[in-house]
């Protein structure tokens, strides 16, 4: 397997996340309401899979490696624009997760804000992961040997086997002690 085999993988996870969010939005628009637990299950998806896990990948192996190679500026501009859709995709669960906690207290004005996050994240990712696995990764596969991809991809193995005791660490140190 090449090294974007995992990344495209998650991507097809992503896309079929993508498609409960949006059947949400039509529930939203039919019935008025929304199950914040479902918001919460999509907002742990995002960061923890798609932020976390996949854009991590995505940042701290193939684009840090990226980054030392002679890119042409096409490339370089895309490869920016990816980490600034990555820095959206964050700022954009943040608001929700905040709108999901001022509905859940009871705030009606919070759904709008939910729909209208939500819908951001419809019309961001699949536009994102287009662009990665029909542009950038064929093109960046380029500045690399087979042995370097190869070494990526171990590298991907390596940084995927970290992540559950990552997240689970940070659980446990979110938790605050009884008085
Ligand atoms: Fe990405
Ligand atoms: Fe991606």
Redesign the pocket.
Known sequence: MQARGP??I??RL?ERMIGFIRDALVQIQSVGKVDPLFVDTAVDFVRMY?DRT??GK?EEILFRDLDKRPLSPDDRRVMNE?IEDHIFGRQTTKALVDANSRYRDGDETALAVIAEKLKTLVDFYPK??EK??EVFFPASRDYFTDEEDQAMLAEFWEFDRKMIHEKYKSVVEGLKKPH
């Open positions: 990344l495209m998650e991507h992503i798609a996949h854009h995505e990816l994102h992961i990665e696995d």
